[in-house]
């Protein structure tokens, strides 16, 4: 093994430990361990259960080369039989060097003899290295085919090479193993990630689809800056970021109370207590005009009254919006008052009912959307519990100020333009997007997409939404479910 070897399997293994995808990998590794011991053709196995799989063939002097996504090998995989010599290699765990393979008479090589009495191909030498990593784990077989000389003709594999290959053999497994982890780790996050998400949607009927949905959105929206080479454009691990904080956007709604985010009317269940109260005041003034209190003319204009305002009441409790004439309405109830049957004064409306009712525009009370709003401070709170990977460590911060705005009027820390980062932003327009637009909120019809549109632009006029983000958005279409 000479200076120029080591140092050529140093900077092999290097390269090998630096590769992060795996498609790429695979070929480097064969690619290298036919750079390394100088030969002609190669094929790398990777073991399953029902056997050894192509993975990659590669024959240089045919200009040949089979393999991954575009070019998968369609081969059946090499049964685990000790007559093959990579199921061998496998079995056994070792090393084989086969000089010549036709002179050979251990192992059946009747596949060689074909692949070379049809092609004209002359296989010759080959050495065989078990992959296995540095948990003893077998995971693979490296197949090199005909080392050659310096003029190009076959040769046998000297065994000088077979411990330069079998160091390489062994950190390709490392490195596949510890891609393997990697991409297992990720699919236990994203699996996590997803099965979290649908627990926030499904606990109440009115946002069953809003993080799947701005996950769609998203990676639309993404994969249209890539094809368009918008400058910018994420590469795979802030795209991935970037989705992870869109799933958690909403984890702190999982300690609101559903008695809040249910509420999809300005009462809610205490529109049942106002009906049950007018109906009472009903019986007492029925009573009183049975006992010659109230003649039957009262009795008539005070039910007329009675009945009037309850409807107001019904109307203002699903109204989208209030006018001030209808608040003026509300308050007018409820400083009326009746005298119960223990002879004590009651309102109308009680003072949180008034509260209720007074709500302009919504369903929650300022205190209610208070207890709303806390969804995001604890979204941030839960989420710095969770040790992220140093790449996804943006992912608390961008999930938890998705209601913060430009202009410095969102919440909870009235962040302004300055500070929020473009993901922030472009999350912001994908929530306000998805809010306006949904089909499954019972106490609202969706919007059209083209008014939803234009809300947002009236917010981008006002300071709060970022104009260049949200014409990208507009122009991706990413709503579309052909995008």
């Known amino acids: 093994m000479t200076t120029q070897h080591m140092q050529t399997l140093l900077d092999i293994c290097a390269a090998l430990s630096a590769e992060r995808d795996r498609e790429a990998l695979l070929s480097r590794i064969l690619d290298a361990a036919m750079d390394l011991t100088a030969c002609d053709g190669g094929t790398l196995y990777l073991l399953e259960e029902d056997g ?14 089979q393999g991954g996504h575009d070019d998968p090998i369609t081969l059946p995989p090499v049964p685990l039989k000790p007559s093959h010599v990579c199921a061998r290699a496998v079995l056994e765990d070792r090393l084989i060097n086969v000089p010549d393979v036709h002179q050979d ?16 191909y002359c296989t010759r030498s080959m050495l065989v290295v078990p992959l296995t990593n540095d948990r003893g784990e077998l995971i693979g077989v490296l197949q090199l085919i005909n080392a050659l000389t310096e003029d190009g003709k076959p040769t046998d594999f000297t065994s000088d090479m077979e411990p330069l290959v079998t160091a390489l053999a062994s950190q390709a497994a490392i490195s596949l193993t510890n891609m393997q982890y990697a991409e297992q780790v990720t699919g236990l996050l994203d699996s996590l990630v997803g099965a979290l998400s649908t627990a926030i949607d499904q606990r109440t009927p009115y946002n069953a689809n809003h993080t799947r949905n701005m996950v769609k959105y998203a990676a639309r929206f993404l994969d249209w800056l890539e094809r ?7 590469d795979a691990d802030r795209r991935r970021a970037f989705l992870l904080s869109v799933w958690l956007h909403d984890v702190g709604k999982l300690v609101v109370p559903l008695e809040v985010m249910d509420k999809s009317t300005r009462l809610g269940p205490a529109l049942e207590r106002v009906e049950s109260r007018f109906a009472a005041m009903a019986l ?4 009183a005009m049975l006992k010659g209190r109230l003649d039957e003319e009262a009795f008539s204009a005070r039910t007329a009254e009675r009945e009037e305002a309850l409807e107001f009441i019904r109307k203002a409790n699903t109204a989208g919006f209030m006018p001030d004439e209808n608040l003026a309405r509300v308050e007018e109830i409820a ?7 223990n002879g004590e004064v009651r309102p109308w409306l009680t003072e949180t009912e008034r509260v209720c009712l007074t709500v302009r525009k919504g369903t929650l009370t300022a205190a209610e959307r208070g207890v709303m709003e806390s969804h995001v401070t604890a979204t941030a709170r839960i989420l710095e519990q969770v040790v992220f990977p140093r790449q996804y460590a943006q992912v608390p911060e961008w999930a938890a100020a998705h209601h913060e705005l430009l202009n410095g009027t969102g919440y909870p820390d009235h962040r302004t333009a300055e500070s929020l980062p473009r993901e922030v932003r472009l999350l912001t327009i994908l929530d306000v997007f998805d809010a306006l637009t949904a089909r499954d909120r019972p106490y609202k019809p969706p919007m059209p997409v083209e008014k939803a549109l234009a809300i947002l632009h009236s917010m981008v006029r006002e300071g709060s939404l970022d104009e260049t983000i949200l014409a990208l958005f507009e122009e991706s279409q990413a709503w579309e479910e052909t995008t």
């Open 52 to 65: 050894l799989h192509f993975c990659r063939m590669v024959t240089r002097s045919f200009g040949l080369r």
């Open 284 to 287: 007492l003034d029925r009573i």
């Open 228 to 234: 368009t080479g918008n400058d910018w454009s994420f």
């Open 105 to 120: 008479q251990e192992f059946d090589f009747s596949g060689a003899r074909r692949y070379d009495a049809m092609t004209g």
């Open 335 to 341: 400083k009326r008052t009746y005298t119960d049957e």
